[in-house]
């Protein structure tokens, strides 16, 4: 069995499976040898058992180190649990996770490696319309927001990206799933100009993916008063236990972008 990503009109990304486990509402889970257990939405893989601790630590701890002193960490569509077991790892931290699809909850029980971290006593869990949440939620709650699927339905309008940054503290930061810039740097455009309305600074990051066409993913930081570079805590990025992808060279070396593409995106990127 094959699993089939299409890219654009010119590249078919394809991965050899052994079975489907799951299927509900778009979202699917598929074993394979090489690859794990693999994670798919809408068609699109989102991470594979063996690619995961680059995408979710990359995407938790860059954030986490890049903030002084963080206790209150919001989770925006993180019901895979992927990204609250990692920041499990930070002992002083307050986890509360939102999820807009219930689907995603069934589908972490059958991948099976990240489901226990949602019953966590240090993690609260909400499922519901994330957009009415973020509208509801207390001005300055939170000290970092992650959003861990970040689409159309946070940047096609103003107010969802305003509200993260209204529930952020004082000096909190935003970091969120930016598509790619090899096949998609119109959506990829599209997350850094949602961040730059409203934020100090805005950077892209990236991280390697074996099921992502082309094997690139881009992560962005959005941060009121942090420089995600500039102010990394390496006490924390280095000495935290737990990691087997992320450090503080890779913190600072996942910002690096070429000459030609820092050209593209220069309208956008604020550092």
Sequence with gaps: MWLTQGVVDLVKYEIKTKEKI?????????????????LTADDQALYCEHDSSARHETLAHTAVCTHADPKRVLVIDGGDGAVAHELLKHRDLEIVVWERDETMLAAAEAMGLYETALKDTRVTLRVGDTLAMLAEEETGRYDIVIVNRFDTVYYDEKAPIAHVHRILSEKGLTAVDASGQLFDMAGHKEALAALAENFKIVMPFAYRSMVRPGGEQWLAIGSKFYHPTADVNLQRADLTDGFTWYNSDLHVGQFALPTAVFAQLKDYIKR
């Design 22 to 38: 799951f299927e509900c509402n778009g979202v699917e889970v598929f074993s394979s040898g090489y690859f794990g257990k693999i």
